[in-house]
């Protein structure tokens, strides 16, 4: 008898909470706002530039800040979650996340307003993976099925938000306060998230927590920032010998990093990100297609938001609202995406990727018919295409990716995709954004675009193909 309610205690305790609707609507608020934040300040740049005279090196360390510590944080604050609670560093970030909000938006300089831009990209590395990883933890079957859903429309919805919102908010100038409410909007917001995840969100954590892996941590810090940095900043700066001696040590530091990884989980040790979580066919060949799926879309969104100040000369909530034809059908998509998979199985990516590539071929020829004069209106047939196709893509690929990662390893895998993503969005606005700036000059402004948004067809082509031998996200 006491054998039996020992073990049934034993199970009760490792049992997993489950997580509410309140709880789950709490975690996919904490998880939009860092993506907001990431694109929220595109259409406000130009403003920035006035009211703090900043350089236009310092202007793209407002974005690349942000995002750079982001990306090298990332799986360190999904370690951190698994090891002193999941809820725990769920809101320790939230509450960071709110007063760095609250300190880009007092910002009296344009250095301050970069330091605070870094140090709220850290407090979103510690909240974001705790997001994922509690739904990993606290759900299963058709419950785990809306909430990775759930979170999937989440990221593409509030990536066009952050444009759309900036864009409102900037134009209002509530007060005379110009971009501060962009930030500043944050502040209640996180507060009333931090009220709800105090009862709402179960605490979870890992079974087995691992050490902090130091050495990890700095590798991977060292091979993002020797990537990112020189790509974000050398282009403006005219490409300087740094940029490219840190390119060069880029894959040296990986390898460094690749090497230490397996040699401490050879030894029985838990790595920072472990090498056999990379060998799950679902998270191998899902981050295999997240890295080109992310940095095309971030490129598109840095272009069009470039585009339609400069070449179509509209005000910053003009150019946010003309994303609203994509922004739509990616919402109503993303609330029926569950049922799309139960039907159509793997072949749901490939058929988003296809979609999304057809009407990213729409907007290219809306672009080429009718620009300048006419081309919102060209643009809309091809953006509804766009925003259903990639809605069903993205929805599907976050689900696919973490289908075969265990429960007590759900902040790794978190912290991975996460890091993929965010990495892949600053490649993106890197390297695409960097493309179009460069052919502004000799080609125009609508021709470069039409150019950017080709190479990202052609990529979705490649998607779609390679998207076939994904696992099916029903299993």
């Known amino acids: 008898m006491t054998t039996l309610a020992t073990t049934r205690g034993t199970a009760a305790r490792q049992a997993a909470p489950l997580l509410g609707t309140t709880g789950l609507v709490t975690l996919l608020l904490g998880a939009g706002l860092p993506m907001i934040d990431f694109f929220v300040v595109n259409v406000a740049l130009p403003t920035i530039d006035r009211t703090l005279h900043a350089s236009t090196a310092t202007l793209e360390l407002v974005v690349a800040g942000y995002g750079i510590a982001y990306a090298v944080l990332m799986v360190f604050g999904g370690r951190l979650g698994d090891a002193y609670g999941r809820r725990r560093l769920f809101r320790v970030g939230l509450a960071l996340f709110t007063l760095t909000s609250l300190a880009c938006g007092l910002a009296p300089t344009a250095g301050a307003l970069v330091a605070a831009r870094v140090a709220q990209g850290a407090a979103s590395a510690f909240m974001l993976p705790q997001v994922l990883a509690t739904i990993q933890a606290t759900t299963s079957g058709q419950r785990r099925s809306r909430a990775l859903g759930g979170y999937g429309a989440m990221g593409g919805i509030a990536t066009l938000v952050g444009q759309l919102l900036g864009g409102v908010l900037v134009a209002a100038n509530i007060a005379g306060t110009q971009w501060r409410p962009i930030f500043l909007v944050n502040v209640p917001i996180g507060l009333v998230g931090l009220v709800l995840s105090a009862r709402a969100v179960p605490e979870t954590r890992s079974a087995n927590p691992a050490r902090t892996d130091l050495a990890g941590t700095v590798l991977l810090a060292a091979t993002l920032l020797a990537l990112l940095v020189p790509l974000t900043e050398g282009r403006t700066l005219g490409w300087p010998a740094w940029s490219w001696v840190l390119l060069a040590l880029a894959p040296v530091a990986g390898g460094a990093f690749l090497a230490v990884e397996r040699r401490i989980e050879a030894r029985g040790r838990v790595p920072l990100l472990p090498p056999s979580l990379l060998r799950t066919p679902s998270m191998r060949r899902g981050l295999l297609i997240a ?38 059908p990616f919402l109503v998509t993303s609330m029926v995406s569950a049922r799309v998979v139960s039907r159509l199985g793997r072949r749901t ?11 990213v071929l729409g907007i290219a020829v809306g672009v080429l018919v009718a620009w300048p004069g006419h081309a919102v209106v060209a643009m809309v047939p091809g953006m509804v295409v766009t925003g259903v196709g990639q809605a069903l893509a993205m929805t599907t ?79």
């Open 397 to 475: 690929l976050f689900r696919v990716v973490l289908a075969g990662v265990p429960a007590d390893r759900a902040g790794a895998g978190a912290g991975v995709l996460s890091t993929t993503q965010q990495s892949a969005l600053a490649l993106g606005a890197a390297l695409l954004g960097g493309l179009f700036v460069g052919l502004v000059g000799p080609l125009g402004t609508g021709t470069a675009l039409v150019v950017v948004l080709l190479v990202q067809c052609v990529t979705l082509v490649g998607i779609a193909v390679a998207a076939r031998r994904l696992p099916d996200p029903r299993g």
């Open 349 to 359: 990516v490939p058929v988003g990727a296809a979609l999304q590539a057809l009407g």
């Open 291 to 328: 890295v080109p799926f992310f940095a095309g879309f971030a490129g598109f969104m840095f272009a069009f938001a470039l585009a339609a100040q400069d070449g179509l000369r509209l005000g910053p909530s003009a150019a946010g609202l003309t994303l609203a034809p994509l922004a739509l």
